[in-house]
C-alpha cells in the first residue's frame, strides 16, 4: 500500500484478555518500529525490526509484550494478560534503513476496561 | 542518554502570525539525527524534516524554517505567517547513530499549536 497500515484502528477489550495488533508497513521497507503514545505525551518506544528479527526489543516493559515479523513485512504486537495501564495508542512505523525517516500509521487505539 | 525537551506546552497565534517552536536535545552520540513531526487532530504524525548532526546548514520548505545549532543543541521550528491548518502538535525526536542508540526515536512531550482565524 501506499502507506503504513495499521488494523484495528480501535480496540476495546476486558482486563486479562489476549490482543494482537497489526501492522502492514511500506513496501520494501526494511526497518519496523512500535511506539506506544499516551495521552498528551510524546511516542514511546517499545521495539523495532531490521528484517525479520528484532533489532532492540528494550522498550518492551514487561514480557506480557511480544511482537513479531515472520516474513520480514507484515508485524504483529502481541499483548498478554491486558492490563488497564496498557490502553493507550499504538503507533507502528517503518522506514527505508534505520537511518532514514520513519513514516507512521494512524494508530491502533486500545482500551482496556 | 538521549534526551529531547520541548518545554513550550501550548502555543496560540492568531493566523499569519510567525511562530517559532523550540527543541532542545541531549545526546553523546558524535553523529545523530533530528527529526520534525507533525500531528493533526487525525492522530497520525506526518514527517516534516531530517537533519544529521553533520548538516548545520538551517532549511527552508515553503513557510516551514529549521535553526539547527550544534552550539546550543536546539533544533528549533518556525512556521512563518501560520495558518489555521498548521494547528496540530508539533513533536521534536532524536535517533542515535549507533550502538544501542541507532534506529529508535526519542520524543519530546510535543508543543500543541493552535492558529486562530
Known amino acids: 500500500g501506499a502507506g503504513v497500515s495499521q488494523t484495528p484502528s480501535n480496540k476495546v477489550t476486558e482486563k486479562g484478555k489476549y490482543v494482537e495488533l497489526r501492522c502492514d508497513p511500506i513496501?520494501?521497507?526494511?526497518?519496523l518500529y512500535w511506539y506506544r503514545q499516551s495521552l498528551g505525551q510524546g511516542p514511546e518506544f517499545l521495539i523495532y525490526?531490521?528484517?525479520?528479527?528484532?533489532?532492540?526489543d528494550s522498550g518492551l516493559p514487561n514480557d506480557r509484550f511480544f511482537a513479531v515479523r515472520p516474513e520480514g513485512s507484515v508485524s504483529t504486537l502481541k499483548i498478554q494478560r491486558t492490563e488497564r495501564g496498557d490502553s493507550a495508542v499504538y503507533l507502528c512505523?517503518?522506514?527505508?534503513?534505520?537511518?532514514?525517516?520513519?513514516?507512521f500509521g494512524q494508530g491502533t487505539r486500545l482500551t482496556v476496561v | 542518554a538521549q534526551k529531547v525537551t520541548q518545554a513550550q506546552t501550548e502555543i496560540s497565534v492568531v493566523e499569519k502570525e510567525d511562530v517559532t517552536l523550540d527543541c532542545v536535545y541531549e545526546?553523546?552520540?558524535?553523529?545523530?539525527?533530528l527529526f520534525w513531526y507533525k500531528q493533526p487532530p487525525s492522530g497520525e504524525l506526518v514527517f516534516l524534516i531530517r537533519?544529521?548532526?553533520?548538516?548545520?546548514q538551517n532549511e527552508i520548505s515553503g513557510r516551514y524554517s529549521w535553526n539547527f545549532q550544534k552550539s546550543t543543541s536546539s533544533f528549533n521550528f518556525t512556521i512563518t505567517a501560520s495558518q489555521v491548518v498548521d494547528s496540530a502538535v508539533y513533536f521534536c525526536?532524536?535517533?542515535?547513530?549507533?550502538?544501542?542508540?541507532?534506529?529508535?526515536?526519542?520524543f519530546g512531550r510535543g508543543t500543541q499549536l493552535t492558529v486562530w482565524p
Open positions: 545526546t553523546r552520540d558524535t553523529t545523530y539525527y
Open positions: 512505523a517503518s522506514s527505508l534503513t534505520i537511518v532514514t525517516e520513519a513514516f
Open positions: 537533519r544529521n548532526s553533520f548538516d548545520e
Open positions: 525490526f531490521q528484517g525479520t528479527g528484532a533489532a532492540d
Open positions: 525526536a532524536l535517533s542515535g547513530g549507533g550502538g544501542s542508540t541507532l534506529g529508535r526515536l526519542y
Open positions: 513496501s520494501g521497507h526494511t526497518a
